[in-house]
Each structure stands twice: as structure tokens, then as C-alpha cells.
Nanobody, 119 residues
């Protein structure tokens, strides 16, 4: 079992910055993929950014050059630095971790943290 605890959401004005953190505990390995998704009410959850255990990153086009994902394997924590925030970035942000054990993939989610960007 894996537990993910997010922090760092809040209210910010357009153009501002926030940093989200997600600490993992439980049956985890540094090779696990971690990332962030976001979801507005009534919408599908969409990918924001992912990072592999080796540090390879991938971003949604809408956040490239504004958001940066990173991880500290010693702390079992993934971060999302969000700069130049826009009102359309307002969503609930969910941390996720994809683990593969004995050939079976499992995905775990955090509880979500609200990010609100005012215009």
C-alpha cells in the first residue's frame, strides 16, 4: 500500500507562483513514476506533469515553460513548481504514483489540493 499526502495549494493572483508537494510513504521504490494531474468539477482528470525515477519529465502543453516537476527520492517527495499562474490553472491538483510490482501496475492518488488563481 502507498499513501500520498499533498500540500501547498491555495489562492494566488494571476502571474503568481505556488509550489505543491507530495510526500509518499509505504511500499515505494525510487523507480516509481510520480506526477500531478488536475481536475475541475465535471471534467476529466488531466495530466499536468510526470517524472520517472531517473528524472525524465513530461508536461502538458498548457503548462510547459511555466511549471516544473521535480522529486527528492531521499524524502520520497515530488514537487510541482507553478509559475506565471493563470486563472485557467484553477483546479484540484492530485498527486499520483505508479508502482510496478511483480509485473503488475498499481496507481495511487493523493487526496487532492485546491489551487485557485484569481484574475
Amino acid at each position: 500500500q502507498v499513501r500520498l499526502v499533498e500540500s501547498g495549494g491555495g489562492l494566488v493572483q494571476a502571474g503568481g507562483s505556488l509550489r505543491l508537494s507530495c510526500a509518499a510513504s509505504g511500499s515505494i521504490l525510487s523507480i516509481d513514476v510520480m506526477g500531478w494531474y488536475r481536475q475541475a468539477p465535471g471534467d476529466q482528470r488531466e495530466l499536468v506533469a510526470t517524472i520517472t525515477g531517473g528524472g525524465q519529465t513530461d508536461y502538458a502543453d498548457s503548462v510547459k515553460d511555466r511549471f516544473t516537476i521535480s522529486r527528492d527520492n531521499a524524502k520520497n517527495t515530488v514537487y510541482l513548481q507553478m509559475n506565471s499562474l493563470k486563472p485557467e490553472d484553477t483546479d484540484v491538483y492530485y498527486c499520483y504514483r505508479r508502482v510496478v510490482r511483480l509485473g503488475v501496475a498499481y496507481v495511487y492518488w493523493g487526496q487532492g489540493t485546491q489551487v485557485t488563481v484569481s484574475s
